[in-house]
Each structure stands twice: as C-alpha cells, then as structure tokens.
C-alpha cells in the first residue's frame, strides 16, 4: 500500500515564501472580578426534579435566571438566621 502524499509539497511558489507555521498569539488575559466565578464560589447542590421544575417555571415567569433566584433565597435565609453577609454578587 502507498503511503498518503505529503501535501506540503505542492505549495504554490507565493506559498513557499510565507512561513507555514503562523506566530501563536498570546492569550489576552481577562482582567480579574470580570466574571461571575472570578467574583463567587461556585456551589453544586442537588435538589429533586419537581423542585428544578418549579423553580424553572418561576425562573421564565419572572424572567431571571436560576442563580438569581438561588441567591434570593440563600439571602432571605442569610436574613432569618440573622447573617452579616449577602449572596449577593453586586451586579
């Protein structure tokens, strides 16, 4: 069986004279607190389907997302208990 053509022998002579291999450019750096999880603590909490169903519903309904209904309810839980501190990301 032949081997595959090396197809970086049928460059054109324009082709020949670049440099086939592209200088990598450096990855720009987001400035840090930009996002979400550069601001918080991501948390993975499980909970039972009719409650994620629920929660989706109110979600739509009063067009917010999730995490912002998460964070209403860990603040009122935060306020019951007496806390200092907020959920809160101060977006």
Known sequence: MNKRPNFTSLKTPNQAAEDPTPVAQEKKKKPRGRTLK????????V????????L????????????????EAINLLLKSKNAQSKADLGD
Request: charged share 40%; net charge neutral; glycine share 4%.
């Open 38 to 45: 550069e601001r918080g603590k991501q948390v993975i909490m």
């Open 47 to 54: 909970i039972n389907e009719a409650a994620h169903k629920d």
């Open 56 to 71: 989706k519903l109110i979600s739509v309904k009063e067009d917010k997302q999730l995490n912002d209904l998460y964070i």
